[in-house]
């Protein structure tokens, strides 16, 4: 079992960078394949970002050259820095935790199985 405890959002301008933290509590953050996702009103939980143990990543085609996902061994946290951020990044962003899939796809995201409750970002134009 682990928890999973997100931190870091909140509102900014266009353009402006906010550093998600997913605190992970029971395991190592390096025992979990790990993503980011968000999810906007009215619209489905779409995947962002990720990282396998080994330290590769993926990044969705709308995030890529915005955001970097990284884990911090030392304060065991899943952290996703956003820069040039838009208003179509509104959304609330969530941090799971699971088996190696794909987090393009709604099949692969409902194999996750541990969340955070998700923390809020806004981005006002």
């Known amino acids: 079992q682990v928890q999973l405890q997100e931190s870091g959002g909140g509102s900014v301008q266009s353009g402006g960078s906010l550093t998600l933290s997913c605190a992970v509590d029971g395991n190592p953050v390096s025992t979990y394949y790990m993503g980011w996702f968000r999810q906007a009103p009215g619209k489905e939980r779409e995947g962002v970002a990720a990282?396998?143990?080994?330290?590769?990543?993926v990044y969705a085609r709308s995030m890529k050259g915005r955001c970097t996902i990284s884990q911090d061994n030392a304060r065991n946290t899943l952290d996703l820095q956003m820069d040039s951020l838009k208003p179509e990044d509104t959304a609330m962003y969530y941090c799971?935790?699971?088996?190696?899939?794909?987090?393009?796809?709604?099949?692969?995201?409902?194999?996750?199985?541990?969340w955070g409750q998700g923390i809020q970002v806004t981005v006002s134009s």
């Open positions: 990282i396998d143990k080994d330290g590769s990543t």
């Open positions: 799971g935790a699971g088996p190696y899939c794909s987090i393009f796809s709604a099949a692969g995201i409902n194999q996750f199985q541990y």
